[in-house]
C-alpha cells in the first residue's frame, strides 16, 4: 500500500525557513517523481514544485530561489526547503507521487502538513 | 501560464442526482486533464485522468469527457461520500495549474 506522510509544517516569523519532509512507502521511490501541492486556507490547489526521477525539477514562479525541492532515495524521502518565507505561503503541504513519467497526474497524495507564516 | 476555470464554485445536489462540474482550460491542453476530489483532513484523491481514464478503484458513477479546452466530470448518481470539492488539473506543461475547485454540498 503507498503511502505518504508528510511532516515539519508549524508556525514560522516572516523571513525564516522551515523543511518539510515525506516519507514515501509502498512503491519503489526512486522510479518516480514526486511533487508538492499546497491549499492556503480557504482557496484552492496550487502546485508547487516537482522533481524527476533523474533529479530534474520544476517550480512555480513565486517559489523560485526560496523553495528547493529535493529527494533522498536511499531514505525514500522528498524535501521541501522553504526560505525566506512569506505570509503568502501559509498553506496545507501535501506531497504527492507522480502517476508516471513526464508531467503527469498525481496519483497518491498524503494528508499533508500545515505552515503558518506569521509574526 | 495555462488558466483553468471551472464552473460552477458550488453545486447543490441531493443524493441520487446526476451532476456535471465543468472545466475549461484558457489554451489546448488535448487530452491532458484530471480530477481529484478532496475532503478536509483527508488526503486528495484522484479520480481521473487523460480527461477520460477512470483511476483503479474509482466508482464507475464517475466519469471524465472533454478534449482541447473543454472538459466534464460528471457523477450519473449522487452517493452520500461524493459531498466533496472537486478539482480539475492540466497536466501538458509547466507550470501544472488546477481549476478553483467546484464544492459540492448537499441540498
Known amino acids: 500500500e503507498v503511502q505518504l506522510v508528510e511532516s515539519g509544517g508549524g508556525l514560522v516569523q516572516p523571513g525564516g525557513s522551515l523543511r518539510l519532509s515525506c516519507a514515501a512507502s509502498?512503491?519503489?521511490?526512486?522510479?518516480?517523481?514526486m511533487t508538492w501541492v499546497r491549499q492556503a486556507p480557504g482557496r484552492g490547489l496550487e502546485w508547487v514544485a516537482a522533481?524527476?526521477?533523474?533529479?530534474?525539477?520544476h517550480y512555480i514562479d513565486s517559489v523560485k530561489g526560496r523553495f528547493t525541492i529535493s529527494r533522498d532515495n536511499s531514505q525514500n524521502t522528498l524535501y521541501l526547503q522553504m526560505n525566506f518565507l512569506r505570509a503568502g505561503d501559509t498553506a496545507r503541504y501535501y506531497c504527492?507521487?507522480?502517476?508516471?513519467?513526464?508531467?503527469?497526474?498525481?496519483?497518491?497524495w498524503g494528508q499533508g502538513t500545515l505552515v503558518t507564516v506569521s509574526s | 501560464d495555462i488558466q483553468m476555470t471551472q464552473s460552477p464554485s458550488t453545486l447543490s445536489a441531493s443524493v441520487g442526482d446526476r451532476v456535471t462540474i465543468t472545466c475549461r482550460a484558457s489554451q489546448s491542453i488535448s487530452s491532458w486533464l484530471a480530477w481529484y476530489q478532496l475532503k478536509p483532513g483527508k488526503a486528495p484523491k484522484l479520480l481521473v485522468y487523460k480527461a477520460s481514464t477512470l483511476e483503479t478503484g474509482v466508482p464507475s458513477r464517475f466519469s471524465g469527457s472533454g478534449s482541447g479546452t473543454e472538459f466534464t466530470l460528471t457523477i450519473s448518481s449522487l452517493q452520500p461520500d461524493d459531498f466533496a470539492t472537486y478539482f480539475c488539473q492540466q497536466h501538458i506543461s509547466y507550470p501544472i495549474t488546477f481549476g478553483q475547485g467546484t464544492r459540492l454540498e448537499i441540498k
Open positions: 509502498g512503491f519503489t521511490f526512486s522510479g518516480y517523481g
Open positions: 522533481i524527476s526521477s533523474g533529479g530534474v525539477t
Open positions: 504527492a507521487k507522480v502517476r508516471t513519467l513526464g508531467v503527469t497526474s498525481f496519483d497518491y
